[in-house]
């Protein structure tokens, strides 16, 4: 069984920095793409960034130049460093991840974890 893990949210001033991980575990065949989105309540899920299968890496217009994403793919990790926080960077920060369980492109599908919360606040 697929399980997506997030870790390292919590509380930080304005302009502080907070790093954030995602690692995919369990029968895993191959990542092909990972990411971090971000939810606040009562609002739709929004892209922070996400690195394609290409290698490319899209990042939200809100998140360029304060957030950089970095993958360790031999730990099906990503980490998110995110700095110069604002107050609306608030929300549920959500790690997804595109893979195979099998050998097959059918065993492909899109897991998500269940979130870790990023408060901004003085």
């Known amino acids: 069984q697929v399980q997506v893990l997030e870790f390292g949210g919590g509380l930080v001033q304005p302009g502080g920095s907070l790093n954030l991980s995602c690692v995919a575990t369990?029968?895993?065949?191959?990542?092909?793409?990972m990411g971090w989105y971000r939810q606040v309540p009562g609002g739709q899920r929004e892209l922070v960034v996400a690195q394609t299968p290409g290698g490319n890496i899209n990042y939200a217009d809100s998140a360029k130049g304060r957030f950089t994403i970095s993958r360790d793919n031999a730990a099906n990790t990503i980490h998110l460093h995110m700095s110069n926080l604002k107050p609306e960077d608030t929300a549920v920060y959500l790690c997804?991840?595109?893979?195979?369980?099998?050998?097959?492109?059918?065993?492909?599908?899109?897991?998500w974890g269940r979130g870790t919360q990023v408060t901004v606040s003085s």
């Open positions: 369990g029968k895993i065949f191959g990542i092909y793409a």
């Open positions: 997804t991840a595109r893979l195979r369980t099998g050998r097959g492109i059918s065993t492909m599908d899109d897991y």
